[in-house]
């Protein structure tokens, strides 16, 4: 990461990070690094040791979180949002370390545990930093998934152009990471949001000039029925990327409308691979270019592959998922166009309907469009005579009669799906439909059955 510092130190004087009202300059942020190096010698704090430390965005964590790179550490941050599962996160990782920031003195903390992995060993060999993040186990069990700092950083020696960039995504997920690591080698400045609410975002766009807004669709969504772009001076605003589940074309239309002169751009990366780079044909178009230098790409039974330098080192808790080339099965059916894609979903959240395949993004880009619709997860339920049902789940905005809801409903989607991708059977819930990354969560238990 010599390269890191190097561009953190070129621009000392510039802004580097803003976050609870105060804005440290790269100098200022070498500083709080190298203040956490003396107190790791103070602690005598082995290298190569596995540390659990807070995911949450200030200065203090991005400090912390350079600073044990230097120290070649195995990193595992550990978001607040994801508190339910820190124990479990624990013992998967083999946390021999935890690094609290609850006092104004932030502690160093042994836990007893003595980590032991091949993965880990590998680390060790080669005298690299480590990261272990979660995925976010939206259809299962989560992966503990393991990188070498090192190639995961180098796709960021390449100087692109820099950006005052809303830090979104946390430090527990591969795309906040990317946003931090391409924030800091550019020289660009990192915003963190006070709150993670549309008002709140808008808030930190409009205070600190924000030009980049790294998101996902679901939040994007949220954004729009809130209204708060319209009470805020969102002018700064250049660019809007979207990944980690797919942008229903619905809400990518009512976004342009919105954002005529703001650049929408899909990405796409998984926690195993990093994100890759990618191209939108245009800003209302859901096709992508994805790869770039580092990647390659395979189509196999219209599913994508990916081969990437940057790759993980493996699962802590899983088998290895690469094939005999070392290409990974991302799981995402795609369609194809000559060198463009169209992410249409998670082959495992197919609804088959009598041999008839439905994406759960096609039906819930519509249901999005319906008055009084605040969210909608469409997913499979088994049907003996078709093998599956469209089933929905459905957040309203405004409190509605069920009979009513369902028979507005089927109207409204008479014109616009095909008949088997109606949805049969309809929920209600007043809990998000999300998790606490802003992705939709399939097969959520309702509160109503319509």
Same mark, same amino acid.
């Given at each position: 990461?010599?390269?890191?510092?190097?561009?953190?130190?070129?621009?000392?004087?510039?802004?580097?990070?803003?976050?609870?009202?105060?804005?440290?300059?790269?100098?200022?942020?070498?500083?709080?690094?190298?203040?956490?190096?003396?107190?790791?010698?103070?602690?005598?704090?082995?290298?190569?040791?596995?540390?659990?430390?807070?995911?949450?965005?200030?200065?203090?964590?991005?400090?912390?979180?350079?600073?044990?790179?230097?120290?070649?550490?195995?990193?595992?941050?550990?978001?607040?949002?994801?508190?339910?599962?820190?124990?479990?996160?624990?013992?998967?990782?083999?946390?021999?370390?935890?690094?609290?920031?609850?006092?104004?003195?932030?502690?160093?903390?042994?836990?007893?545990?003595?980590?032991?992995?091949?993965?880990?060993?590998?680390?060790?060999?080669?005298?690299?930093?480590?990261?272990?993040?979660?995925?976010?186990?939206?259809?299962?069990?989560?992966?503990?998934?393991?990188?070498?700092?090192?190639?995961?950083?180098?796709?960021?020696?390449?100087?692109?152009?820099?950006?005052?960039?809303?830090?979104?995504?946390?430090?527990?997920?591969?795309?906040?990471?990317?946003?931090?690591?391409?924030?800091?080698?550019?020289?660009?400045?990192?915003?963190?949001?006070?709150?993670?609410?549309?008002?709140?975002?808008?808030?930190?766009?409009?205070?600190?000039?924000?030009?980049?807004?790294?998101?996902?669709?679901?939040?994007?969504?949220?954004?729009?029925?809130?209204?708060?772009?319209?009470?805020?001076?969102?002018?700064?605003?250049?660019?809007?990327?979207?990944?980690?589940?797919?942008?229903?074309? +619905?809400? /990518?239309?009512? @976004?342009?409308? %919105?954002?005529?002169? !703001?650049?929408?751009?899909?990405?796409?990366? &998984?926690?195993?691979?990093?994100?890759?780079?990618?191209?939108?044909?245009?800003?209302?178009?859901?096709?992508?270019?994805?790869?770039?230098?580092?990647?390659?790409?395979?189509?196999?039974?219209?599913?994508?592959?990916?081969?990437?330098?940057?790759?993980?080192?493996?699962?802590?808790?899983?088998?290895?998922?690469?094939?005999?080339?070392?290409?990974?099965?991302?799981?995402?059916?795609?369609?194809?166009?000559?060198?463009?894609?169209?992410?249409?979903?998670?082959?495992?959240?197919?609804?088959?309907?009598?041999?008839?395949?439905?994406?759960?993004?096609?039906?819930? +880009?519509? /249901?999005?469009? @319906?008055?009084? %619709?605040?969210?909608? !997860?469409?997913?499979?339920?088994?049907?003996? &005579?078709?093998?599956?049902?469209?089933?929905?789940?459905?957040?309203?905005?405004?409190?509605?009669?069920?009979?009513?809801?369902?028979?507005?409903?089927?109207?409204?989607?008479?014109?616009?799906?095909?008949?088997?991708?109606?949805?049969?059977?309809?929920?209600?819930?007043?809990?998000?439909?999300?998790?606490?990354?802003?992705?939709?969560?399939?097969?959520?238990?309702?509160?109503?059955?319509?």
């Amino acid at each position: 990461m010599t390269f890191l510092l190097d561009v953190m130190s070129a621009y000392k004087g510039s802004e580097a990070i803003v976050s609870g009202g105060v804005t440290l300059t790269y100098d200022s942020l070498l500083s709080h690094t190298a203040a956490w190096r003396e107190r790791f010698a103070h602690v005598r704090l082995p290298s190569g040791v596995v540390v659990g430390m807070d995911g949450q965005y200030n200065a203090q964590t991005v400090s912390l979180l350079l600073a044990l790179m230097q120290h070649g550490a195995i990193i595992v941050p550990l978001s607040r949002e994801a508190k339910s599962h820190h124990q479990e996160f624990r013992d998967i990782a083999q946390i021999e370390y935890d690094i609290g920031m609850r006092d104004v003195s932030p502690s160093i903390e042994q836990t007893g545990s003595r980590a032991q992995h091949q993965l880990y060993d590998i680390l060790h060999e080669r005298q690299t930093p480590g990261l272990v993040l979660f995925s976010s186990g939206s259809t299962g069990k989560s992966k503990a998934v393991v990188h070498d700092l090192d190639l995961l950083m180098r796709k960021f020696q390449k100087p692109r152009r820099p950006w005052r960039t809303l830090l979104f995504l946390g430090l527990d997920h591969i795309g906040g990471i990317n946003t931090l690591f391409y924030t800091l080698s550019n020289g660009g400045m990192a915003i963190v949001p006070t709150d993670r609410n549309p008002s709140g975002i808008c808030q930190a766009i409009q205070k600190y000039k924000a030009e980049l807004l790294p998101t996902s669709p679901t939040f994007l969504n949220f954004l729009l029925l809130s209204g708060a772009y319209k009470t805020h001076d969102l002018s700064s605003l250049q660019l809007i990327t979207y990944g980690t589940e797919p942008m229903p074309q +619905s809400t /990518l239309d009512h @976004l342009a409308q %919105v954002f005529p002169t !703001v650049k929408l751009q899909q990405t796409y990366g &998984l926690s195993e691979l990093g994100i890759l780079r990618s191209q939108s044909r245009d800003s209302t178009s859901l096709w992508v270019r994805v790869g770039g230098e580092g990647y390659q790409t395979k189509i196999v039974d219209n599913r994508l592959w990916i081969k990437a330098d940057s790759t993980m080192l493996g699962y802590l808790n899983a088998d290895s998922p690469f094939d005999e080339e070392g290409y990974f099965d991302t799981g995402d059916e795609v369609e194809v166009d000559g060198e463009w894609l169209r992410i249409l979903g998670r082959a495992s959240e197919v609804i088959n309907v009598g041999g008839s395949k439905v994406f759960p993004a096609e039906v819930e +880009s519509v /249901l999005l469009t @319906l008055d009084n %619709v605040e969210d909608a !997860v469409a997913y499979a339920e088994p049907n003996p &005579l078709t093998g599956h049902i469209v089933a929905v789940t459905v957040k309203l905005q405004h409190e509605e009669s069920a009979a009513q809801f369902k028979i507005r409903m089927r109207r409204f989607c008479a014109n616009r799906l095909t008949s088997y991708k109606i949805p049969t059977r309809v929920q209600f819930s007043t809990e998000p439909l999300h998790s606490e990354r802003f992705k939709r969560m399939r097969r959520l238990a309702s509160n109503t059955a319509l």
